[in-house]
C-alpha cells in the first residue's frame, strides 16, 4: 500500500504518545476525532493472532472525552440517548446509540457516570460537543459542556489483566466489566475502566496529565515485557469479527439504531424524554427494513472506500457491504454489511465484484463464530 | 518526512478525484471533514510559487456542504451566526462566523442562499451538522438539515479566469466575486461561485454527479495545459500570508470572532436573533484581552504540533503560536499566532523555542506584506 506524508498540527493533532509509537515503528495511520490514530504497527495480522493470545498496549486519545456537568446534566445527556440512565450509577459505564430528532444515529459511546451531575461520554469520531451545545443552548440549560485533555491508554488482550496488577496492584482485579475506579500509579490516581474496543477483555486508563502519561506508558511496556506485551492499536480484522461496531463505517446519520442491531439499547416503554422518541416509536411500529449483519467473502484482498452492492442469484440487490478485511482465522474475507430484511438469514448466498472479478460470499451472524 | 500508510473506508471518505490526484502525485494528505485532502504534489513551496503566477485544480470536495431548507431555514442559519443575515440575497455567497451559546466559534464556512428557504453551508473542519440538528431537535423548527454529496472543485490562481471561460464559456468573467451561478459544461448545469480558499482569485465548481465531475476534472487539465495549470491543493504557506484562517488551527471553540479580528461579521446593533448574542455583546462591552496576529520568525524550519509560547524580553508571555510555516518569500517562519493585547503592535519582539534553540521573532499585523 502507497504511503504519504500526514499532516499534524492544531486542527489534526498529536497524542502525548505519539513519539513512543513512532520510535516503536508505527506503520499507517488514521484521523478520528480530529486526532491521529494508529492503524497497525508492522503486520495488522501478526497483530491480530497477537491481541487474541497476550495482551497489547493501545494509544486511545483519540476517544475524546465530552464532559458534561452541572444541575440539568442529567436531562442532557438523557435527551441525546434513548437507552434509559435514569438508574444510572456512579462508577458504572454504559454503551448508548445517541440519536438524532429523527432517530437515526449521531454516534455510539461509552457513558461514563463520574459524579451524580458529573457525565463523561467518550466518543466515536463525530462532533458529539457540538450536538449537546445545539440542545443545551437552545433549551437555556444549566450546563457545562466541554471536551477534557484525557489521553486514553488501553491495555486489551486475555493477559491485560496479569500487566494491570503489576502495574496497579492486586486491587484492580475486583474491577467489574464496565464499572471503573481510581488507581494508584507512583502516588498519581488514575480513572480506569474495565472495558474496550476489543472482545479480548481489558482496561481503559484515562490519563488526565501527559507526564505521568508517558512515565505509565513507558513502565507498562517494562513490566509488560515478560507477559510478551507490545504497543498495539484498535485491530479491524478482530473488531469487525467481534462485531464492535464503527461509527462512520458499518453505521451514521442515515441509519436508526434498530438497523444497527441495538435494540436492546432502545427503551421505548421507559417515561424517559429524549429527542428521538417519536421517530423510534414510528420505526418501532412500522418495522425495519434492513439490518447489519455479517458476510464472509470467497476473496483474499479488499480495499473497501464506499458501499459495495451485494446480489442474489436473480441480480437483486440484498444489501450493502459496509466494512471488510481478509480474515486469516476464516481465510476469506470478513464484513459487515447492511442487508434487507428478507435476506438476513444465515444461508443466505450472494455474489458481488471486487478487483475486478465477481466473488461469491454468504451472509452470516454477528458476532462471527 | 516520514511517510505512513492512510486508511480508507466509509468512515475517511476518498474523493471522486482521489484516484485522478494520486496519478498526478500527490504526496501527503490530511483528513478533513472526515475525508482526505491532499497538502502537497512534489514541492510545498514551489506550488506556492506557482498558485501566485499560474492556475491550479484543487480537490476541495471536504468543504462538505450541509444543506438547510424549509419554512424556518432562515430563522435556524441566523441563529448560529452573529452576523446579519436579514438582507441575504439568493446568488449570493456570506463567509461568517458560526458561533455557540457562549459566543465562541464553531466554524467559520462560506454560506450560499440557494433559494429563499435554502441555503447551502460549505464548512470547515467541525461536524456542524450536528449543532444545527441539535438546535433544530430541540425548537422542533421546520427544516430539513443534510450532507449532500456536492464534491467541490477549485480552479485558483491569476490565471483562472482564462481557464474557466475555455471550459464555460465567456459568460463566466461577468460572475463577481462572493456571488454565484449556473454554467454549463457538456450540456450539464454547474453552480459556480468566485471564491475559494487563496488570495489568488478563481471560482469553486460545485459537482453534484461524481461522472460529469471526473469529465470536468479531465477537460479543465486538458484545456488549462496552455495556461501552465498544474493539480494543486490549498496551499499553507500561502493562506498564512494571506490570514485565510483555518478552524482547529488558527482558532477553535475556545476562541470568539472578536478575538478572531473578524468583528466586521459580528452585527450586534440588528435586532436579528441569534443564540450568542448576549454572550457577545458582553465581549463586547468588556472588551478582549487577545487577538490573532501575524507573526515572522528568524528561522529556517518549524513542525507546529500544538501551541507554541512566545515571550518578551522579560520572559512575560505575549502570546501562542497556532500555525506556522516558513515563507520562501519572506524567507522565515510565517506564522499565525493568539497574542496579548498589549503586545499587538507591529514592532513587538519576542523569542521562543524552535528545534531546541532560542529564536527571535517579530509580531506583524494579517495579511502580510
Redo the contacts between chains.
Sequence with gaps: ??????????????TPYTSRL?SYG???????N?MLLP??FKSLEDEYFHLKKDVQLWDVSVQKQIEVSGSDSNKLVQ?MTCRDLSGAKVLKCYYVPLI??NGNM?NDPLILKVEDTKWRICIA???????????????NLNVQIH?TEISTLAVQGPKSLDVMKKVFGDDISRLKFFNFNYFKFEGIDFMISKSGFSKQGGYEIYVENSNSGLKLYDYIIKVGNKFNLKPGCPNVIERIEGALL????DM??NDNPFECGLDKYVNLESNIEF??KKALQKVKLEGIKRKLMGVKINEKNI?????LKLVDENKETIGYL??AVYSPRFKMIVGIAMINLEYCKDSQNFKTNINNKEVSGSVCSLPMN
Tied chains: 1, 2.
Aim: net charge negative; no cysteine; aromatic share 8%.
Design positions: 500500500m502507497k504511503k504519504f506524508e500526514i499532516s499534524k498540527n492544531r486542527r489534526v493533532k498529536i513512532e508505527v506503520g499507517g495511520y488514521t484521523v478520528y480530529h492503524t497497525h435527551l438524532d430528532g449521531i469520531d463525530s462532533d458529539v460537543l457540538l450536538y449537546a451545545k445545539g440542545i443545551a443552548d437552545s433549551m471536551e464503527s461509527y462512520g463505517n451514521d446519520n429527542l428521538g480495499n473497501l472506500t464506499s458501499e459496509r466494512s
